[in-house]
């Protein structure tokens, strides 16, 4: 007992980060026993077990092949018979129209794969651009099972954000690692099709001061704005229906949620002072997202970050992910290796002892933290923690 408690700071620290790692594959464990529960059963064609976001999109394209409203509800035409509408706009519908020519079982397996291909390269192109301490296998554990199962969970729905967000991370390791600043615009414009607010990351090289990087960011929201104006001059009807979908979607309902982000507190302000409409938290997300945007640029706009530009990218990434209106677990991928590699990091901001325990306090939660509603708060926390401190520094 008393060399226990003779043990050096050191030791216990390890002790601790053990135990940390311990509860958290023993989640993992109890996890993948449901999980493989559920595989089992879509391998004898019970598919609605996972992929139930997936299904969305291939009712909405077979609904469009039929000559009928792809935007109407795809209860009929889903295995899991979910009450979802395709929230994306019409022009999308065409990517997927190839998967018709497959069951709904086969087609599903294709989008299992190419989802899980193009994970791994951007899973590759993280850790060499945000190298990490640990090792690989364990690392993509962590990647992958941490936050709350963000990015499994993501892959198991079959959401198109996990191809989305998977994108993004590999134009982020082109533009940084090889300067392929016209990789990432239409990379982000690409994405931006299916989620119009993921056109905030354009100002990613525009913070990390990439040349011509204002004129890159017009062109690209011009080039934007003028497909979604003439997917509604030549789409005019199903435009209509893709903006009340999106309206669904983005608001939340019962079938869905606005989310753990901005939007949902700005709907939860609205909620209170009896402002139910759906306009009025929009415009004010859209007000805040403004200003924040300029302080954040007018607070880093003398700072030298050269010899640190990763950590900085980092931190901006993460800045312009909490200003992402609807946070559910699908569109916090990014999120997840970012605040991974913030938290390694925090020997740079504070000394050994507060790093240590800043880094015990946040890395217990990052990983083995349930459901919660903290989540979105830890996030903002790890900006705050790692961002304040670089900001005096540099």
């Not at 449901?34 to 139930?52: E, G, R, S």
């Not at 998967?99 to 291909?117: E, M, R, T, V």
Request: aromatic letters at 24%.
């Amino acid at each position: 007992m008393i060399k226990f408690l003779d043990t050096p700071k050191k030791s216990i620290f390890e002790i601790l980060t053990f135990v940390i790692f311990l509860v958290f594959f023993y989640r993992i464990l109890l996890y993948s026993f449901d999980w493989v529960i559920a595989f089992k059963a879509a391998l004898v064609d019970k598919a609605d077990k996972i992929f139930w976001d997936f299904e969305v999109i291939y009712c909405a394209v077979k609904n469009l092949l039929l000559i009928q409203e792809p935007y109407k509800s795809i209860y009929t035409c889903s295995p899991s018979h979910k009450d979802f509408f395709y929230p994306y706009m019409p022009l999308t519908l065409q990517v997927f129209k190839p998967l018709l020519y497959l069951s709904f079982f086969n087609a599903k397996l294709l989008w299992g794969f190419l989802n899980i291909l193009i994970f791994f390269y951007s899973f590759l192109c993280l850790k060499k651009i945000l190298k990490s301490k640990y090792h690989l296998i364990l690392y993509f554990l962590i990647i992958i099972f941490a936050l709350d199962k963000t990015v499994i969970y993501s892959f198991i729905s079959g959401n198109v954000s996990f191809v989305l967000f998977s994108l993004l991370i590999i134009a982020y390791y082109q533009l940084l690692t090889n300067n392929r600043q016209l990789f990432f615009y239409f990379a982000v414009i690409f994405i931006s099709l299916f989620k119009i607010y993921f056109l905030i990351y354009l100002f990613l090289p525009f913070f990390l001061r990439k040349k011509n990087s204002l004129f890159y960011i017009s062109v690209s929201i011009f080039i934007t704005l003028v497909i979604y104006y003439f997917d509604w001059i030549y789409e005019k009807d199903f435009f209509i229906s893709y903006i009340k979908s999106f309206q669904t979607a983005l608001g939340g309902t019962v079938h869905g949620s606005s989310g753990i982000g901005l939007l949902n507190l700005f709907q939860k302000f609205s909620e209170y002072f009896s402002y139910n409409n759906f306009q009025t938290p929009i415009f004010l997300y859209l007000c805040f997202t403004t200003i924040a945007l300029y302080i954040f640029f007018r607070i880093i706009s003398k700072i030298d970050f050269n010899k640190e530009k990763t950590l900085f990218s980092a931190l901006i990434l993460l800045f312009l992910s909490i200003l992402l209106p609807r946070l559910v677990i699908y569109e916090m991928i990014l999120i997840v290796p970012l605040m991974l590699y913030l938290i390694e990091n925090l020997e740079k901001f504070y000394t050994k002892k507060y790093a240590k325990l800043i880094f015990l306090v946040f890395f217990s939660f990052f990983l083995i933290n349930g459901d919660s509603s903290l989540t979105f708060l830890l996030v903002i926390l790890t900006f705050f923690v790692t961002f304040l401190p670089a900001w005096r520094n540099w």
